[in-house]
Every structure is written in structure tokens, then in C-alpha cells.
């Protein structure tokens, strides 16, 4: 046999086709994996991709753009329309009564030409703690009264004997019942240079005795304003005179009738003391100079 011809021979032996045919069959196992395992490499990179997307966010629900709704309980009702009634004026409320004014002493007006102080006016003084209690307060008369001038006169002249001394003299008066008989007593203040001093000056206390007056007291040295008190001495009222001036220091003096007169001069009297408030009737509370009051007719 020839060397040419053994190729032949070979390839179509029985042998070679069957590693020819395992050849195959591992290239073919080989393809398959290598497609196994492109497939699977693509799936996992689309999982992967997948994955690491960011996931979108939802908003969350507005409350205007999906409201609650409103339970029928929560709804208001309808008030009911009440009918108007007309109006009432308020009653006028009644004013309490007005107390007494009480003016302030001018500020050029302390010292008159004569030299004499201006007194002050109401409300009271109150030295040493002295508490006012309830107090009435009375305005002094304005009009001249016949009688009274006859009796200062016959008073007063009677002490000096010189009717020229009286010329500037001028008076005002209350008239208060001091002894409850029913006739007021008239309390006459004199003011003028005859009359008055540093210290006060001077008041009459006239009884009335028919058509004229007859004199019960004259006290010196009296400073207003004069206290009526409601307590009493011999049946006649108690009386409470500011003191001041001449040296003395500012208090109440009490003046108590002993039977015949009352004290001539509230210095001597026994203070009122501030145990109590100090009640009773005022009067003479107006301001005092020697300008005011009633020009005596001679």
C-alpha cells in the first residue's frame, strides 16, 4: 500500500469520527455556556440599573387640594333674628349735693394795707391730727341788720367812748341757736384796726331780747372759723375756736358757757383734744379782711 493513500484512510476511520464528532459536541457546549453566561451577565446588569434608579417621590396631599370634610355638627347654625326693641334713655342719675366752695385766698391779697392777715377759708384746719368728722358748713349773712348795728355800737362805744373809732369798722354774723330756746343768738365777728390784733379779733354773741339785742359773751382774740359743737355746757352749745398767732401754737380751744357767758378769750380754754373727730356746725369759714363785710351805718 502506498503512502498517498493513508490520509484517506484515516479520516474515514472509525476512530476519527468519533473524536471528530466529540470535537463537535465540545464546541458546541462551549458556545452554549459562553451564551449562558452573556445572557446571565445582561440580566444582572439590568437588575443592577434597575436598582440604582432613584425611586420618583410622591407628594404629599395638600390639605386645600383634598380638604377634610366638615361634619354636619361643625357647620354653624343660623341665629335666629332677634326684633329690635326701641331704645330706652337711662335714667338721670341723681347728683349728690354739692358742698360749699371753698375759694382760695388770693396770693397778692396776705397781707391788707392795715397790716392785718386774711384768714383762710374752709375746709377746716386740722393742727395736730385734729380729724374732721361731719361738718356743716353755713354762709355768713351779707345784709346789714339795724338792730345788731344799734347794739355794737352801744357796745363798743360804751368800752371807748369815741364813735369816730367805729367809722372803720365793718362786721358779718351768723345766727345759730345756741341754747335750743327756739330764738337764735346772733355771733357777730367785728373786723378794722379797733378790733383786731395779731392775734384775732373780736366776737359778739347777742341774744335777741325783743326788738334789740342784749349781750351774752365778748371774746377777744378770735380767729375763724368757728365750730358749733352739738354737746353742752349749762344748756348752751360748746363752741371750738381755732387758735393761732401771738406765739401760741395752732389748735382748737372748746369754750363751754359757765351759766353766764362763754370764756373771753379761747387761749384760756382747755384744747379740744384728737381722740375724736371734730363734728358740728361751721360757720364764719368765708375769707375775713377789714375789706369785707358790712360797713356800720353811724
Not at 355768713?140 to 367805729?166: Q, Y
Request: proline share 12%.
Amino acid at each position: 500500500m502506498s503512502r498517498s493513500a493513508l490520509p484517506l484512510q484515516v479520516v474515514r476511520s472509525p476512530r476519527w469520527g468519533k473524536c471528530f464528532a466529540l470535537l463537535i459536541s465540545t464546541a458546541l457546549m462551549a458556545a452554549t455556556l459562553s451564551l449562558t453566561a452573556c445572557d446571565s451577565r445582561k440580566a444582572t446588569v439590568s437588575t443592577t440599573t434597575r436598582t440604582t434608579e432613584p425611586t420618583p417621590v410622591q407628594p404629599s396631599p395638600s390639605p386645600l387640594s383634598s380638604p377634610t370634610p366638615i361634619a354636619s355638627s361643625e357647620i354653624p347654625k343660623p341665629v335666629p333674628a332677634t326684633p329690635s326693641k326701641p331704645l330706652t334713655p337711662p335714667a338721670a342719675t341723681p347728683k349728690p349735693a354739692a358742698r360749699p366752695s371753698t375759694p382760695q385766698p388770693d396770693e397778692d391779697s396776705s397781707v391788707q394795707p392795715d397790716g392785718l392777715a386774711v384768714y383762710p377759708d374752709s375746709p377746716l384746719p386740722t393742727p395736730d391730727g385734729i380729724r374732721l368728722g361731719q361738718i356743716e358748713y353755713r354762709s355768713s349773712a351779707t345784709a346789714a341788720d339795724a338792730a345788731l348795728e344799734a347794739a355794737i355800737v352801744n357796745i363798743m362805744v360804751d368800752r371807748s367812748g369815741d364813735k369816730s373809732l367805729l367809722e372803720s369798722m365793718r362786721y358779718t354774723y351768723n345766727r345759730v341757736d345756741l341754747n335750743d330756746d327756739g330764738a337764735p343768738e346772733a355771733l357777730v365777728y367785728l373786723m378794722g384796726s379797733y378790733t383786731c390784733g395779731s392775734g384775732g379779733c373780736t366776737m359778739l354773741i347777742l341774744e335777741p331780747a325783743g326788738q334789740s339785742y342784749e349781750m351774752v359773751s365778748r371774746m377777744t382774740l378770735v380767729n375763724p372759723p368757728v365750730v358749733i359743737a352739738q354737746d353742752t355746757t349749762a344748756g348752751w352749745k360748746d363752741l371750738m375756736i381755732f387758735v393761732e398767732g401771738g406765739g401760741a401754737t395752732p389748735h382748737y380751744a372748746r369754750l363751754q358757757f359757765d351759766g353766764s357767758s362763754y370764756p373771753s378769750n379761747p387761749s384760756i380754754a382747755p384744747p379740744v383734744t384728737s381722740e375724736a373727730p371734730l363734728n358740728g356746725t361751721a360757720i364764719l369759714t368765708e375769707k375775713m379782711t377789714p375789706a369785707d363785710g358790712i360797713k356800720i351805718k353811724l
